[in-house]
C-alpha cells in the first residue's frame, strides 16, 4: 500500500494532482499483489523439478546423479595415478556440489562398493554385512582404469558453469557404456521415483553387441550379492514388473543348515533378525543362529529336534528375509525430463548414445591429424625449397607475411586448405637450428604415417558399427575378467504358507458347546497346528464350515469331526451315512473337500431339517472301509443286521445325494473294517526346472507312489540317494543327473575316473543301502576324481575314443556295459575301461536318454596328464 502523503503548504491547485498520484500508486500496488496459493504453487514445482532432475533420478546419457557426476570430475581433476584421501576428494566436489559434505562422502562409498568406476583402498564397509566405511580421512580412492577409458574426455563434453559460477563442470560425461544398468539406481524424487537394478557386465556388452548386429537381445538383473533370481515377471524392467531373489541355503546334515548369501538389499545383520523374529513367532523352529561371516557369506542355523530341513528351507524362503521381492521401475532423465522405458530400450538409447560419441572422437581424431599433415606438409615446403631465404631482405612484418605467402603459392594446391596468416607466423618460429638439421626422410615418413592413420579413421567412420562392435568387444576382454553372472537364474517354486509353517499352537475343541480354538485347554485335545491354518468342522445336523484358526471360535453344536485342512488335497476323502428326513431313507456317500468359502456352512444332506449324519469317517489316502449297520428292532425288515462296503461306491461332489443304504430306520452303524486306498498310489512328477517334485504334471514323470516307496537320485558328483516323495523335498536341478522311481533291482553302470592312478573305470552295482536321505559315493574319494556317465538303463552302450600305436592314431569303439563288467558291490572300483590313452567316453546315441547323462572329461588338473578333451 502507498504511503499516505504527509500535510504540507501545497497550493490548492496542487492539492488535485497528488490526489491522482496516490491512486495510482494505489492501483499499481493491487496490479502487483501475487496471492501466496500462486507462490506455493510455483516454488512447488520447482522444488520437484529440482529434486528430479538434479538429485534423485539418474540421466541416461551417462547414467550418473548430479553429485556422481561431479565426483567422478572432481576425482579426474585430482588425478594423478595415486590413491586419495577421501576427506580431500569431498573437499574437492564441493567446489562443485551446493550441498554438504555428508551427501557427498555417502555418495562416494557407494560409488566405490560398487566396485566399477572406482579404485578404494582401506575399509569401504560390505553390503553383505552392512557394516560402513570407515571416516573419509582413512580411506583413500582414486579413478579406475575402466573409468579413465569410458567416462572423460574433454573434447566431447558440454560444459557448464558450476553453482556459484567459479568453476567449469560437464553437463553430463561421454559414457561410452550403460553404466546405469551395470550399477543399477535407486531414488525418490517428488511425485515418482526410479529403481533400476543391476546387471552383469559381461552380458550388457554382448546385448549391446547383439544390438549392434541388429539383433534381438534380453538382460537380466544380476546383484553382487549373489543367491539365486527368479525373472519371469520381470516384464523387462518396466513399472509393474517384478522379481524374486533368494539366498543359498545348503542343507549340511539334519540337524544343521547353511545360508552362504543374503538377497540383494539385505543383510547379514536383517537377514538374522528376521530368522530369529520368525523362530519367536513360530512360524519356524530353530535352535540356534550363528553369523560366521567372514570372506564369505555363512550362517549356520542348528535346527529343532525333529524338524525336516527341507520343510525348514521352503519356511525360510515364506517367512523370512532368505527371499524377497523386488519391483523395478526404470526412470531416467531423458531430454532433460523423466522417462519411464524397459531396460532393453534404455540398452538400445545407450548404444546409440555411445555410437554418437565414438564418431565424434573419430571425427576429432581426423580433424587433428589432417591439421598435423597439413603443418608438416607446410613445413615440407617451407624448408625444402628455402622459402625463408626470401624474407632476409625484408624490412617490415607484413613484407615478411607477403614474401613467405607469395612463395607458397606455387604449392598451395598440394595442400589439405587455404593457408592463413596464422599458419605463416607458425613458420616463422621455427628455429634455425630446426632448419639447418632437417630431415627430409623422416618428414616424409611422419607425412606417410599420417596419411594411414587418416585412412584408417576414414575406413573405421565408413564401418563405424563395425568399429562399435570391436570396441565393446576389447571392453569385454580388457576388464571382463572376474565379472562373471553371481546370481543364478531359477525359476521359483510357489511354496503354500501354511504347508511349511511350524506347529505352533495346538487345537482343541468343545464338541457339545460347538467352539474350537487354541485357547480351549482344559477340552478335548485334536492336533498341532499352526496360527494361519484353516479347520474344517462336520457336525450331527450333515453341515460343515471351514474357517481361519482363532483362541476361541463358535462354529455349531454337536461336533462330530474337526481337523486341520488343507486346500486341494485331492487324497484326503470322507465317508458318511445319514439319514433324510424328507424320504425317511439313509444314504451313503464319499467325497472330498477340495475348495471352499471360508465361514460359509455346506449342507452335505437333502435338506430336510430333521436329517442327521450316522456315520463319518476321514480317510488321509482315500481308505475304503467296510461297516455294520444295525437296523431299528421294530422295523419290519427281515434281515436287521448287514455290512457295507464303502468301497462299491465312487467318490463324487460333496453335493450328491449319494447312494441308498437301506429304507428303514437305522439303530446304529460301527466300523467292521479298513480297506485299502480306493485311488491307488499318487502320480509324482519332477520338475528338473525348479527342482521340486508336484502332482500338477510339471516336468518328468516318475510314476505311481504308495506308501513304502522311494525315489533315486545320481547327482554329478558321484553320489546316489534314497529319498521319499514328500512334495517338501528339494533338489539341485544342476546336479541331478538321474531321478526316477527306485526299484531295487534296477543296476546302475558308471564310468568313473579315478584320480589317484589316473585311470578310467567301469562298475555295475545294485543299491544295497537302503537309507532314506543319506547320501553315498560310488566313486573313488580320491582329487581329481569325477562321474563320467551312468545310466539306469538294462543294456547301455558307450562310445569311447583312444590312441594307440607309434605313432599314436585315434580309435573308435562301442562297448555294452553289462558284456565288460559283472554286477558287484556298490563300493567296488570296478574293471579298467581300456588300457590305452583314452580320450573320449560318452554313452552312445541310440541310448535313451531321459535316464542318462553324459559328463566328457575336462582339461583340468590329473586330466591334462591324458590329454582329455571333449568330442
Known sequence: MAKKSKKSDHTESEQPQNNNSNNNNNNDSLQSTVHVQDLYKNWFLDYASYVILERAVPALYDGLKPVQRRILHAMKRMDDGRYHKVANIIGHTMQFHPHGDAAIGDALVNLGQKELLIDTQGNWGDIRTGDSAAAPRYIEARLSKFALEVAFNPDTTEWQLSYDGRQKEPVHLPMKFPLVLAQGAEGIAVGLSTKILPHNFNELIDATIQILKGKESQIFPDFPTGGYIDVTNYNDGKRGGRVRVRAKIEIVDRQTLIIRNVPYGSTTSSLIDSIIKANDNGKIKIKHVVDNTAEEVEIL?????????????????????????????CCVIYEDRPRFMSVTDLLKASTEHTVDLLRRELEIK?????????????????????IYRDIEECETWESVIETIDKGLEPFKKQLLREVTEEDIIKLTEIKIKRISKYNSFKADELIRQLREEIEQVDFHLAHLT?????????????????????????????????????????????????????ALKKDEFVSDCSDIDDIIVFRKDGKFLVTRISDKAFVGKDIIHVAVWKKNDIRMTYNMIYFDSKSGKSYAKRFNVTSITRDREYDLTRGGKDSKVLYFSANPNSESEIVTIMLSHGCKARKKKFDFDFGTIAVKGRGAQGNMVT???????????????????????????????????????????????????ITKDGNYELTSYELTNRYDPD???????????????????????????????????????????????????????????????????????????????????????????????GNRLS?????????????????????????????????LFEK
Open 366 to 386: 581426423k580433424a587433428d591429424l589432417s591439421e598435423k599433415l597439413f603443418f608438416s606438409s607446410l613445413e615440407k615446403i617451407f624448408i625444402e625449397n628455402r
Open 301 to 329: 542355523i542348528e535346527l529343532a529336534p525333529g524338524v525336516s530341513p527341507n520343510v525348514t528351507i521352503d519356511a525360510l524362503y515364506a517367512f523370512t528375509d532368505c527371499e524377497i521381492s523386488i519391483s523395478p521401475n
Open 735 to 829: 546336479a541331478v543327473l538321474i531321478i526316477e522311481k527306485f526299484d531295487p533291482e534296477t543296476v546302475i553302470s558308471a564310468v568313473h575316473y579315478d584320480g589317484e592312478n589316473k585311470n578310467f573305470y567301469v562298475k555295475r552295482f545294485k543299491i544295497s543301502t537302503q537309507t532314506p536321505g543319506k547320501p553315498f559315493s560310488f566313486i573313488s574319494p580320491a582329487k581329481g576324481s569325477r562321474l563320467v556317465v551312468t545310466s539306469t538303463k538294462p543294456d547301455p552302450v558307450i562310445e569311447v575314443e583312444y590312441l594307440k600305436g607309434r605313432p599314436k592314431k585315434e580309435y573308435s569303439e562301442k562297448i555294452k556295459l553289462n558284456e565288460l563288467v559283472d554286477v558287484k558291490g556298490w563300493k567296488a572300483r
Open 835 to 867: 588300457r590305452f590313452q583314452v580320450t573320449y567316453v560318452g554313452l552312445s546315441d541310440n541310448a535313451d536318454s531321459e535316464s542318462e547323462s553324459r559328463i566328457p572329461p575336462e582339461i583340468s588338473g590329473e586330466a591334462e596328464q591324458l590329454n
Open 663 to 713: 429304507r428303514w430306520p437305522v439303530r446304529r452303524v460301527v466300523q467292521k473294517e479298513v480297506g485299502e486306498s480306493t485311488l491307488g498310489g499318487i502320480d509324482i512328477w519332477y520338475d528338473p526346472m525348479i527342482g521340486r517334485l508336484n502332482f500338477e504334471k510339471r516336468g518328468n514323470y516318475l510314476g505311481k507312489f504308495d506308501n513304502g516307496d522311494l525315489i533315486l537320485v
Open 466 to 518: 563395425e568399429y562399435a562392435i570391436n570396441y565393446f568387444a576389447k571392453l569385454k576382454g580388457k576388464y571382463g575378467k572376474g565379472r562373471e553372472r553371481k546370481t543364478e537364474i531359477r525359476a521359483f517354486d510357489e511354496i503354500q504358507v501354511s504347508q511349511v509353517a511350524a506347529a505352533n499352537q495346538k487345537l482343541y475343541v468343545n464338541r457339545k458347546e460347538g467352539f474350537i480354538g487354541y
